[in-house]
């Protein structure tokens, strides 16, 4: 009587890569409002962070960010920056791999390794467990000294990738390597090739990123199984100059202006061209003073823009706002150009000052030769401005 096969027996994957990436983003000049909706507002791959109540809907990401305060502290998580070097080389025990550190201001090393597959097959079909050894081992005076002794053990049928941290390193430059101590396999039934993928040259810094508003993020990548990642911000932008008696929220104005300031969030173009004239950093601030910009003209043009009209979907919205990106250097004269066509005005420099002209109803005028002797003026100094 013959003897009943018995069905192979396979064991669990139980080989998992951890791999955090993170990632700091400079979202603009600060200081800045902020999301609008705190983490719902932070978008991986168009999907949010968390739901209306905030519930995680993404699992092994965490976010902090900052305004972009002249003195702000540093974002928590992040205290060190690295370069990556992809290496992806295989590891033999015949043939280590040698790599040489020329970077004289690092602190550490991460060096990312792994295994393609690790598994034994029996003469039975059984897929078991198996184990394989590494040396990571720095040159100091000359001499190959083993900083860590690497044993990776268990059973998976993909690549599987670990980290370690190598510190009190020689001085630079120096030379490090991988060595296998493990025989190298000759059949299929046992997978265990082993390669090191990257090393990381680590700078430990703390670094706060003055006027920069920044997001820092630090992401699970088996969350997104290797696929590309891209990452939305919806925020409310920066913190302007506006009048002390404007409530920026409710888009009102209180009593008779006396020509102060006070900061605060809002997207009326008035201001922020205000904004973007005065500022000495971003701004054209370094060429014009406040005094050179008629602050009186874009009051009249900010009330203009503030005016409730109908949506369309049977509410109201503000006539005019302005919500901006300027990701790239362009020529003053065109940036202004683009700002003022928000609010349908035109700039116009009077001989002392920056001013500006609106289309918007006003009382009638009676010209007289004076009035329109001043205005041929004004549109010829206005032609020339624009002539390239």
Known sequence: MAARRTRPVEA?????????????????????????????SILVNKTPLTDTDGNPVIHGVTAVWRAGEQEQTPPEGFESSGAETALGVEVTKAKPVTRTITSANIDRLRVTFGVQSLLETTSKGDRNHSSVRLLIQLQRNGNWVTEKDVTINGKTTSQFLASVILDNLPPRP???????ETADSTTD???????WSSYTEIIDVKQCYPNTAIVGLQVDAEQFGGQQMTVNYHIRGRIIQVPSNYDPEKRTYSGIWDGSLKPAYSNNPAWCLWDMLTHPRYGMGKRLGAA?????????IAQYCDQTVPDGFGGTEPRMTFNAYLSQQRKAWDVLSDFCSAM???????????????????????????VMWWW?????????????
């Open 189 to 195: 039934q046992l997978q265990n090739r082993t390669l």
């Open 292 to 300: 050179d910009v008629d602050k009186w003209a874009l009051y009249a």
């Open 12 to 40: 669990k994957d139980n080989l998992k890569s951890t791999q955090m990436m993170s990632v700091i983003d400079a979202i603009g000049e600060g200081p800045i409002e902020g999301p609008v909706k705190g983490l719902q």
């Open 174 to 180: 120096f030379n490090i390597r991988m060595v296998r």
């Open 344 to 370: 349908r005005c035109m700039p116009v420099w009077n001989g002392q000052t920056l001013t500006f002209v609106q289309d918007r109803p006003s009382d009638v005028v009676w010209p007289t030769p004076a």
């Open 376 to 388: 041929m003026i004004t549109a010829w100094g206005f032609a020339t401005a624009s002539a390239p």
